[in-house]
T-cell receptor
Framework: LAKTTQPISMDSYEGQEVNITCSHN???????ITWYQQFPSQGPRFIIQ???TKVTNEVASLFIPADRKSSTLSLPRVSLSDTAVYYC????????????FGAGTRLAVHP | DTGVSQDPRHKITKRGQNVTFRCDPI?????LYWYRQTLGQGPEFLTY????????KSRLLSDRFSAERPKGSFSTLEIQRTEQGDSAMYLC????????????????FGPGTRLLVL
């Protein structure tokens, strides 16, 4: 599975848009990208996933360029409750996935 | 609530005791995973079930650990002769490859069981 690299931490303010970029240079043809959010003492919460181009749901957007070597999670107008750790993972289409988590990005949203 | 549930949410035990955790996956999911998460780290894969078959075990899963999924529904994770190093959050996730795009899997996690070994 492709290894992912993302910033260790980020800071933002309420109402701003936050973009977290994840690098996955060795992503394979069959791999897709998934993002999770985790609050302290809770299980990871699925945010969004995609294979290519752009995916949008009610909470976030995921931008994947044509070469798929990186992806960007975009959180519009963050609030204090978006303070959490965000994980970017790469999974194999068609197979089962033992997700390999890195350290994630600790996002702190300030008033 | 139709999400993944885990029981208990917290467990405090003394070193050397046995503990058992339970995971109830989303009902139509045939895939079930166990992960372990220590403070400040991301979750680490422990084992995977497809229906009742345990198809993969991480080397993190020593012989003191055993997991079962009888009848392909709920799963249990037992730790025998607990050690202080077993203190962690134990997470369960379930999925079904048939949801949405059939070639992309989405794992849904439970709230976890936090174990403290004294």
């Amino acid at each position: 599975l492709a290894k992912t690299t993302q910033p260790i931490s980020m800071d933002s303010y309420e109402g701003q848009e936050v973009n977290i970029t994840c690098s996955h240079n060795n992503i394979a043809t069959n791999d897709y990208i998934t993002w999770y959010q985790q609050f302290p003492s809770q299980g990871p919460r699925f945010i969004i996933q995609g294979y290519k181009t752009k995916v949008t749901n009610e909470v976030a957007s995921l931008f994947i360029p044509a070469d798929r070597k990186s992806s960007t999670l975009s959180l519009p107008r963050v609030s204090l409750s978006d303070t959490a750790v965000y994980y970017c993972l790469v999974g194999d289409r068609g197979g089962y996935n033992k997700l390999i988590f890195g350290a994630g990005t600790r996002l702190a949203v300030h008033p | 609530d139709t999400g993944v549930s885990q029981d208990p949410r917290h467990k405090i035990t003394k070193r050397g005791q046995n503990v058992t955790f339970r995971c109830d996956p989303i009902s139509e999911h045939n895939r079930l995973y166990w992960y372990r998460q220590t403070l400040g780290q991301g979750p680490e894969f422990l084992t995977y079930f497809q229906n009742e078959a345990q198809l993969e075990k991480s080397r993190l899963l020593s012989d003191r650990f055993s997991a079962e999924r009888p009848k392909g529904s709920f799963s249990t994770l037992e730790i025998q002769r607990t050690e202080q190093g077993d203190s962690a959050m134990y997470l369960c996730a379930s999925s079904s490859p048939g949801q949405g795009d059939p070639y992309i899997e989405t794992q849904y996690f439970g709230p976890g069981t936090r174990l403290l070994v004294l």
